[in-house]
């Protein structure tokens, strides 16, 4: 199975900072991951698809870069509605596998 | 507009099996591409896929589950589903269903539904 590590954890930001989340694969999956954003009481909301591709509606502070084993999700500019965990999940093989999440929260 | 609606019974005892329903509309698991996926989640934890049927029949399990889970579809009533069987409160969790398209993850989640696996 691909094991998929973000980290941080979890962290504390402040409005307007750059926030950058590393998402890290136990074997190349390609540019085949995408990433989801996770308010409390809500769905997942996918924010980005093979690695870098911005869903409509998304942002332009939200940005996925990498490819093979590297992902990094970054957020160029935070705002008070960002707040929530952040998932990667691969599916580049079976069993697709989710990271363990970010939890971003403002200071 | 594509939704999704998760149903199933809410509760029920260890070793039972557990049957939920997703309920879509706004696409058709007969078109070439598309599938239905099973997610859960546990309070407070993170994601967990478990499976994926696909329009050709194809279906995909997350082995950790060993081999407890069915996937299956109704073409004609929009509808896919899930059994777990053999159920422990490991089990309780809340359960998406999500649309698959081909070689991309999901973007259409439905709303979950909680299930509580207790005696």
């Known amino acids: 199975n691909t094991v998929m590590t973000q980290s941080p954890t979890s962290m504390f930001t402040s409005v307007g900072d750059r926030v950058t989340m590393s998402c890290k694969a136990s074997q190349n999956v390609g540019i085949n991951v995408g990433w989801y954003q996770q308010k409390t009481g809500q769905s997942p909301k996918r924010l980005i698809y093979w690695a870098s591709n911005r869903d409509t509606g998304v942002p332009d502070r939200f940005t996925g870069s990498g490819s093979g084993t590297d992902f990094t999700l970054t957020i160029s500019n935070m705002q008070a509605e960002d707040p929530a965990i952040y998932y990667c999940?691969?599916?580049?093989?079976?069993?697709?596998?989710f990271g363990g999440g970010t939890k971003l929260e403002l200071k | 507009q594509v939704t999704l609606k998760e149903s199933g019974p809410g509760i029920l005892q260890p070793s039972q099996t557990l049957s939920l329903t997703c309920t879509f509309s706004g696409f058709s698991l007969s078109t070439y591409g598309m599938g239905v996926g099973w997610i859960r989640q546990p309070s407070g934890k993170g994601l967990e896929w478990l499976a994926n049927?696909?329009?050709?029949?194809?279906?995909y399990y997350n082995p950790s589950l060993k081999n407890r889970l069915t996937i299956s579809k109704d073409t004609s009533n929009n509808q896919a589903f899930l059994k777990i069987t053999n159920v422990d409160t490991a089990d309780t969790a809340t359960y998406y269903c999500?649309?698959?398209?081909?070689?991309?993850?999901?973007?259409?989640w439905g709303q979950g539904v909680m299930v509580t696996v207790s005696s």
């Open positions: 999940l691969q599916h580049n093989s079976y069993p697709w596998t």
């Open positions: 999500a649309r698959m398209r081909l070689r991309r993850v999901p973007l259409y």
């Open positions: 049927i696909w329009w050709d029949d194809d279906k």
